[in-house]
């Protein structure tokens, strides 16, 4: 039976036939024949489609495309959790480890931007020079991530929402992650919207958006790039990281350091220079009178040239951390054996100093059961065979200090004391373990340098973060498969506005709606208006959702409140033309609706070429925004351009614009001659033809006359 079939205060169902899944069937049966009954409606469903309000109103195939762009929302800079949801945005948030939760009950002591402490007693410890969490003294430590990079290049940042001497509970959120709100999953939010037609603005799918989302920065989102460069050890020396490049100015190198790479909080935008690179020229690139002044005065491979890495198109932002690697033994700053020797040895003291302090901890904790007790086996070194505290011995804090010493290697006689002891030393072996590979890692770096790839020298990364705000172009969608790409934003002024002068923030296409039939988005505007006026948030969880009387009944409440009496029981509301101040014909539904922004971005997307990259072996311009490509004139475009009789349009596509090499350089002559005349050669891709044809072993010769072999055979 379904989850939500009516059942008495016994557990029994109360109807005379109960609706049941059987073999695939849906059948309505007597309660006695029923075996199973489902524990909740939400089982149906996966978590992406559980977060869907009113799922049972859409169509399957929106469904799916609702719960996979879920996936996409991009973090906002403010994020609001819906006012709409199903009741698992909570737990959503919790399990995904985007949060942080508190590891037990306590008082907050401080609060900043990137770290929570919690104690018993909200007071902070006098005697710690660097703050560590001390679960034995009820000590934690929380250290949230600020402005990270995620694989999808936005912005992880954590945020606390505690406050200095609030209590917390175990397992209460204490600080939001990114697409959270208190704790809930936020992935975007929630505006006001109007389901009409504006002057054509909106067609096809399209989204209308007022000023006024833009300018408060509704949705605006902060993002990370990732630039990376390498010096390589090439056969005529090794490529250099520095500032002195030959032939560019002063003012192009002014964000540059004295080592070549650009200083952290630099505005860049497309073409300024984030790594200063010089590799060595060959002499094959080099000028004839190069050559033989080089033939002459015998000077080898001392022209280099600019390979800097920088700033893409379209990437504007400002720099905000730099990570640089080096390879020890074929860096120029070559440690001396004494020196190395000597940074060793600072490692191995620091290692040692860290592992008193955490043996002292250690005791401590095993003071607490121990101290002053006697057990009545032997404790025993298991590598040495000593015993390390006799049966029935007083135990001291010198004897437990020992113990502390051979934590690893102890053996004691199974016990309740036993148990204790084992229990506190396994809550200290991960930190022994990470102490040990803190150590190794120090240690390998100073004798081979930073892990980073083969052939590399010296490897630098570059992160660079941008603020983008809603602009036409950005992909928006909601939760029940409705996207949609953002066509005009219109002054707040010309915005269709209500009667009591509040203009709509967003305008969709009604004709969105019957075919796709996702009707969820409208019985959501209609509830969403209905909440913020009364002041809640509504959990509608799937298949179990609130009745459609229910909603009329909150829209009716809705009506009475302050700044709401435009609210009709039927969810639609009169609007006025923005730019006329007269009514529109019909009412419109308005309501609040939960939208998101999602990753498609325009920024990423536009790209346009002049002269760029052409693939070897057709000679054709390569494709792509990564490559720096042309637009696919394909075979269905030929066929366009046929039948309008564009015939000289299209030759010149399929010649001097594609792979004539010959053509190419001529036209580029005659264009700066000023003589437009186009004079179309062999494209190269034929050539290739032919060239296949004769791999094959066919004699295949363009132009003159047929082989005489061929004609003597011909019969006239």
């Not at 079939?5 to 059987?22: C, L, M, N, Q, W």
């Amino acid at each position: 039976a379904q989850a939500n079939a009516p059942i008495d205060g016994r557990g029994h169902f109360t109807g005379e036939k109960v609706s049941v899944r059987y073999r695939g069937d849906f059948l309505e049966v007597e309660p006695s024949k029923v075996h199973y009954m489902d524990v909740s409606p939400k089982q149906l469903v996966s978590v992406a489609a559980g977060l869907i309000p009113f799922l049972e109103h859409d169509d399957a195939n929106r469904a799916l495309m609702g719960s996979n762009m879920q996936r996409q929302g991009v973090p906002l800079i403010v994020n609001e959790a819906p006012l709409v949801g199903t009741g698992l945005e909570g737990k959503v948030a919790r399990d995904s480890h985007a949060v942080v939760l508190a590891v037990e009950s306590g008082k907050v002591a401080s609060v900043t931007a990137d770290q929570i402490v919690v104690t018993k007693d909200g007071q902070m410890p006098e005697s710690r020079k660097k703050l560590k969490s001390d679960p034995e003294e009820g000590i934690h430590v929380y250290e949230l991530r600020k402005f990270m990079r995620s694989n999808a290049g936005t912005c992880v940042n954590q945020k606390p929402i505690v406050k200095k001497g609030q209590h917390v509970k175990k397992g209460q959120v204490i600080a939001d992650g990114p697409n959270t709100d208190h704790g809930e999953l936020a992935l975007g939010r929630n505006v006001l919207v109007a389901f009409m037609p504006w002057n054509g603005y909106n067609f096809e799918d399209a989204i209308m958006i007022s000023e006024k989302v833009v300018k408060e920065d509704i949705y605006t989102s902060i993002h990370i790039d990732e630039f990376e460069i390498g010096a390589r050890d090439t056969k005529l020396g090794p490529e250099e990281i520095t500032r002195d490049i030959p032939n560019v100015s002063e003012e192009a190198l002014r964000n540059l350091g004295p080592d070549g790479v650009v200083r952290v909080g630099a505005e860049v935008k497309p073409g300024d220079i984030l790594v200063g690179k010089i590799t060595p020229k060959s002499e094959t690139e080099l000028a004839p009178e190069e050559r033989l002044l080089r033939a002459i005065f015998g000077e080898k491979a001392a022209d280099v040239k600019d390979t800097s890495l920088t700033v893409p198109s379209g990437t504007y932002g400002i720099v905000m951390d730099v990570k640089v690697s080096s390879r020890r033994e074929v860096s120029r700053e070559k440690l001396t054996p004494t020196e190395t020797k000597r940074q060793l040895k600072a490692i191995t003291e620091d290692h040692r100093k860290k592992k008193e302090e955490l043996t002292e901890q250690l005791t401590d904790s095993l003071s607490n059961i121990l101290l002053g007790e006697k057990i009545p086996l032997d404790v025993v070194n298991a590598e040495t065979g000593e015993i390390i505290i006799p049966a029935n011995r007083k135990i001291t804090k010198t004897l437990l200090r020992k113990l502390a010493n051979v934590y690893d290697h102890i053996e004691i006689d199974p016990s309740p004391i036993r148990n204790k002891i084992r229990e506190i030393i396994a809550s200290y072996e991960h930190k022994f373990a990470e102490l040990e590979l803190e150590r190794e890692r120090a240690m390998d770096r100073v004798e081979s340098g930073d892990d980073i790839d083969p052939g590399i020298i010296k490897q630098v990364k570059v992160y660079i973060a941008s603020k983008r705000k809603l602009s036409v172009g950005d992909k928006m969608a909601g939760r029940h498969g409705n996207k949609g790409v953002v066509a005009r934003i219109v002054p707040e002024e010309d915005m269709p506005f209500l009667a009591d002068g509040t203009p709509v923030e967003i305008v969709l296409n009604p004709l969105g709606v019957p075919s796709r039939m996702n009707v969820g988005q409208v019985l959501e505007t209609h509830l969403g208006v209905a909440a913020k006026a009364l002041g809640f948030k509504v959990a509608t969880p799937v298949f179990d959702g609130i009745a459609e009387s229910k909603i009329r009944e909150y829209l009716k409440d809705a009506k009475k409140q302050e700044g709401f009496s435009w609210v009709q029981e039927n969810g639609k509301a009169r609007l006025f033309d923005g730019r006329t101040g007269d009514a529109f014909d019909q009412e419109v539904v308005v309501g609040h609706i939960y939208m998101m922004k999602l990753g498609h971005l325009v920024a990423d997307k536009i790209h346009a070429r002049a002269v760029g990259p052409y693939s070897l072996v057709t000679q054709q311009p390569l494709g792509g925004k990564a490559q720096y490509g042309g637009q696919r004139f394909g075979e269905m475009e030929v066929w366009a351009l046929e039948a309008y009789g564009a015939a000289y349009t299209l030759q010149e596509l399929l010649t001097v614009k594609s792979d004539d090499v010959q053509g190419r350089t001529r036209i580029y002559e005659s264009i700066v001659k000023g003589d437009n005349s186009l004079e179309a050669g062999t494209p190269e891709s034929f050539n290739v033809l032919i060239k296949e044809m004769q791999s094959l072993g066919l004699d295949v010769k363009v132009g003159g006359q047929a082989p005489s072999s061929f004609l003597d055979g011909a019969t006239p």
